[in-house]
Structure formats: structure tokens, C-alpha cells
């Protein structure tokens, strides 16, 4: 059988863009694992969590707000409805408009959820001092920061 460093090319194991995806990886399944008993999963989560953090938001609002495409936001937040943690209505100024807020089981699922990240980061940066948190943190940021300003460079004409 082979071991884990064999199964990850040299160049990857020491390419920040395969790390940090690996990480995100492994971060994501910790995350779904800890929210599973609970009927969450971490894309169930960031509606959730913006809401929390925004409180009520339109329908379109939330999209543009986060990664996720609009067919994608709208089977999210009919899961969402019919788990009671969220409830859309109509906008006072535009019945054709959705607008979404939390329930109060919803309020209760983003602190669920914003521990279990909490947590998980914590786990994460173990052993770690402040000082290389903090490093990380600034060398990640620079590093998306770099990817998404991107230099033209064309790949395939």
C-alpha cells in the first residue's frame, strides 16, 4: 500500500495552490462531519451564516453575496425553508421579490455553525504561536490576493 506521500506528486506537496486546496479539503469534511448529526452541512451553512451576520437580505442579495450561482441558492434555501430555518416573503415594495430572514432555529443553527468553524480553525492553527497564525493568515490572503489580480498570461489561444 502507499503511503500518503506517495500518492501526491512532488511538485504538489510543495505548491501553496495544491496546499491551500488540500487544506480546504480537509477543513470542509471536518466541518460537514461535525454539522451532519445536526441535518447541516457546510453549503447549508453560508446562507445561514450571512443571514446572521447581515439579518434579512433579498433573495438576489444573498447570491451576490457569496459563491454560490443563483439555481443553486434557491434549491439551498428551499432545503433551508423546509428544515424551518429560514422563511421567505415577499419584499413591501416588490411582491416579485423574495425577501429572506432566519428563524429562530435558524438563529440557533448559525451559532451551532459559527462554533463549529470557530473550532475547527482552532484545530487547525494548533501548536501554532499567535505570531504564525497571524503569518499564515497574511501569506494566504497575499496569496489569493496575487491569484485573483492574475498577470494575462495565456495558457491556450
Do not use: C
Request: no cysteine; hydrophobic share 45%; net charge negative.
Amino acid at each position: 500500500m502507499e503511503s500518503s506521500d506517495e500518492l501526491v506528486h512532488p511538485d504538489a506537496a510543495v505548491a501553496p495552490g495544491y496546499l491551500a486546496n488540500h487544506a480546504a479539503r480537509v477543513f470542509n469534511r471536518l466541518i460537514d462531519a461535525a454539522l451532519r448529526p445536526d441535518g447541516m452541512s457546510l453549503s447549508l451553512l453560508g446562507p445561514i451564516l450571512l443571514l446572521s451576520w447581515k439579518g434579512p437580505m433579498l433573495q438576489r442579495d444573498l447570491v451576490r453575496a457569496s459563491a454560490v450561482k443563483q439555481p443553486a441558492m434557491v434549491a439551498l434555501l428551499d432545503k433551508l425553508e423546509a428544515m424551518k430555518l429560514i422563511e421567505r416573503s415577499s419584499a413591501p415594495n416588490d411582491r416579485r421579490v423574495a425577501m429572506v430572514h432566519l428563524t429562530s432555529e435558524g438563529r440557533a443553527a448559525a451559532v451551532l455553525g459559527g462554533d463549529v468553524l470557530i473550532d475547527t480553525n482552532r484545530r487547525g492553527l494548533k501548536d501554532f504561536s499567535d505570531e504564525e497564525a497571524g503569518l499564515l493568515v497574511g501569506l494566504l490572503q497575499r496569496l489569493i490576493t496575487n491569484l485573483e489580480q492574475g498577470d494575462g498570461t495565456k495558457y491556450h489561444e
